[in-house]
């Protein structure tokens, strides 16, 4: 950009960029989506249709984004991880917020043809906000994605107890929710099996929310490497651009692929440790 007199208001513009060493979680949100579900007359408790959309346009980000190392999504909710070393866009949180909303938007729009092929969208358009949290340990992190999927299970329960009142059970909805008033899980589960309705044999997507990351297959390091590694991570503040982008590109290669199981439990993170250490796999699961 040429200089000119007028330069002097890049002066006003904040810098916005987003502390070092911390995960970044960027959670959207659909804006409005009660009026959009009804809209389009998405099935209660859960629109299996809906949620694979969602599914999409997310696996669509990741695979097109790589410092995204992980997603987990739930309802029309999803948060997307940068790992704690992503230095994208210099970690400005202006850059990373209006990215991944706008990309996320973009894809769940282009892909609602493939899943609602029986009805088009009309304005107003599906559409998402976007914030960003910082979370500065691993088990900050983990925490944070336990709560959601924890969250998830709760409110799942309550839907289905609350939607089987009203499809089976011939309640109104406010006479269900005060049926529901001051009950807990155990009484929620007892009221679905009177209606033959075991909720543990809902699908786990329902239950646990939806993870999207890059597999590898996992190899057992021999003693060299776990020395490098360990090289490496003291001197990580020293890694080129060079090294990064490499390292970016080999991610870029992986195959994204969606879950629906337990994170809250170590397995899940101790099974595929190049999540929480940002290290791309060595070898590419094979689809």
Not at 29 to 49: I, L, Q
Not at 77 to 104: N, P, W
Request: with cysteine.
């Amino acid at each position: 950009m040429a200089n000119s007199q007028f330069e002097y208001v890049k002066a006003f513009e904040a810098d916005d960029s987003l502390l070092p060493n911390c995960w970044i979680v960027v959670r959207i949100d659909g804006r409005g989506f009660h009026k959009f579900s009804a809209k389009y007359n998405f099935e209660k408790p859960n629109d299996r249709k809906a949620l694979d959309l969602m599914n999409a346009a997310a696996t669509k980000l990741v695979t097109e984004i790589p410092d995204v190392c992980i997603a987990y999504g739930v309802s029309d909710e999803y948060s997307f991880i940068f790992h704690k070393s992503s230095k994208l866009f210099d970690r400005r949180q202006s850059k990373l917020l209006s990215t991944i909303v706008s990309t996320f938007s973009s894809y769940y729009v282009f892909l609602w043809p493939q899943f609602f092929p029986e009805v088009s969208l009309s304005p107003p358009l599906a559409s998402f906000d976007a914030r960003a949290v910082l979370y500065p340990s691993d088990t900050n992190l983990r925490d944070y994605l336990s709560w959601r999927q924890a969250d998830c299970h709760i409110n799942n329960l309550y839907n289905t107890t609350f939607w089987t009142l009203i499809q089976k059970g011939s309640l109104g909805a406010k006479e269900a929710e005060e049926y529901l008033a001051g009950t807990v899980a155990a009484d929620k589960n007892e009221i679905l099996f009177r209606f033959g309705i075991n909720y543990n044999n809902e699908p786990d997507m329902y239950r646990k929310g939806s993870i999207v990351f890059r597999d590898y297959e996992l190899e057992k390091p021999s003693s060299e490497e776990i020395l490098q590694e360990s090289i490496d991570q003291s001197t990580e503040s020293s890694v080129s651009r060079s090294a990064m982008d490499q390292e970016r590109k080999r991610r870029a290669k992986a195959r994204v692929t969606t879950v629906h199981i337990d994170l809250i439990k170590s397995d899940f993170w101790t099974q595929r440790p190049w999540i929480l250490s940002g290290k791309p796999g060595r070898v590419v699961k094979e689809p």
